[in-house]
C-alpha cells in the first residue's frame, strides 16, 4: 500500500520524481485540448446565467409538507399562471421552494395563486420578486473590472516580487489558463452562473494564484542554488521544485 507522506517526502528530497519539464510537450498539449473544449463551451454553448444576471422571476413557496414532485408542481403552476420561459426550482431548508422563471412578469398574482394550489399552501406563504437585467449587466460589468484590476496588480506585485517579468507573465497565464477551463466546465455542461458561481471563481483564483507563487518561490531558490553549485541543470531544478511543492498544492487544493 502506497503511503502518501512517504510519496511525498521522496518528491521532495528528489528519490522520486515526475518529469513535469521533461513531459512539458504533452502538458501543453493536455492544457491546449483543454482551453480548446472550453472556448467552444463557452462561445459555442454559451453560459447558462442566472436570473440574478439575466433577470426573471422569484417566488418563494413556505409551508409546504410534501415537496415530492416539486419540481413538476412548479412547473405546472407557472405555465397556467401564463408566463413562459424555463423554470428552475429548489428545496430550501425543510418546507421551502424556490421557483425560478427566465421570463420578469407582472402576472404574480396570478403565479402567486397557481403554486399556493399546487403545493396546498395559503397565497400568504408565497412571495414574489423581479429582477431586472440591468442589476446583473452591472454587477457583471463590475466583476470584469474588478478582475481586470486584480490582474494587473497581481502582475506587477509578481514582477516585483520575483525581479522578473517573465514570471510575472507566466503566473498571469497560469490564472487565466485556472479561470478559462473553469468557467469552459460550466459552460459544457450547463451549469447555472449565480453570484455564489462568481464567489467560486474568485476563490479558485485565489488558489491557484497561492500555488504559483509557492512553486516559483522554490523554483527560484532551487535555480539560484543550481547555478551557484553546478550540480544542477536549471530544467532538473526546475522540475524538483514543481516535485517538491506537488504533494502540498494537492493537499492546499483538496484539503
Known amino acids: ?18 518529469e513535469f519539464i521533461k513531459r512539458q510537450k504533452t502538458w501543453y498539449a493536455v492544457s491546449a485540448v483543454l ?13 447558462n446565467f442566472g ?7 422569484e417566488f418563494r413557496v413556505q409551508g409546504v409538507t410534501n ?6 408542481k412548479a412547473q405546472d403552476a407557472i405555465g397556467n399562471a401564463g408566463i413562459q420561459g424555463n423554470v428552475v426550482s429548489t428545496v430550501i431548508g425543510q418546507n421551502t421552494v424556490r421557483v425560478q422563471s427566465e421570463a420578469a412578469s407582472e402576472r404574480t398574482d396570478e403565479a402567486t395563486a397557481a403554486l399556493a394550489k399546487e403545493f396546498g399552501v395559503p397565497t400568504s406563504s408565497v412571495s414574489a420578486s ?10 457583471s460589468q463590475q466583476a470584469i473590472q474588478g478582475l481586470i484590476v486584480f490582474l494587473i496588480l497581481v502582475t506587477i506585485v509578481m514582477a516585483l516580487y520575483f525581479r522578473t517579468w517573465k514570471m510575472a507573465v507566466a503566473g498571469l497565464v497560469a490564472l ?9 466546465i460550466y459552460a459544457l455542461f450547463g451549469f447555472e452562473i449565480t453570484p455564489s458561481s462568481m464567489i467560486g471563481f474568485l476563490t479558485i483564483l485565489g488558489y491557484s494564484l497561492y500555488d504559483t507563487v509557492v512553486v516559483f518561490d522554490k523554483v527560484r531558490e532551487n535555480t ?16 524538483l521544485a514543481v516535485n517538491q511543492k506537488l504533494v502540498r498544492s494537492i493537499n492546499t487544493t483538496v484539503v
Open 130 to 139: 423581479l429582477i431586472g437585467p440591468s442589476w446583473g449587466q452591472s454587477v
Open 176 to 184: 487565466l489558463h485556472d479561470l478559462v477551463i473553469t468557467v469552459g
Open 1 to 18: 500500500m502506497i503511503n502518501f507522506a512517504q510519496v511525498g517526502n521522496d518528491l521532495y528530497t528528489g528519490k522520486r520524481s515526475i
Open 224 to 239: 539560484a542554488e543550481a547555478f551557484r553549485t553546478k550540480r544542477m541543470t536549471y530544467s532538473a531544478a526546475a522540475n
Open 51 to 57: 436570473i440574478e444576471f439575466s433577470g426573471g422571476s
Open 67 to 72: 415537496s415530492q414532485d416539486y419540481e413538476q
Open 35 to 47: 482551453i480548446a473544449l472550453a472556448l467552444v463551451g463557452i462561445f459555442v454553448k454559451h453560459l
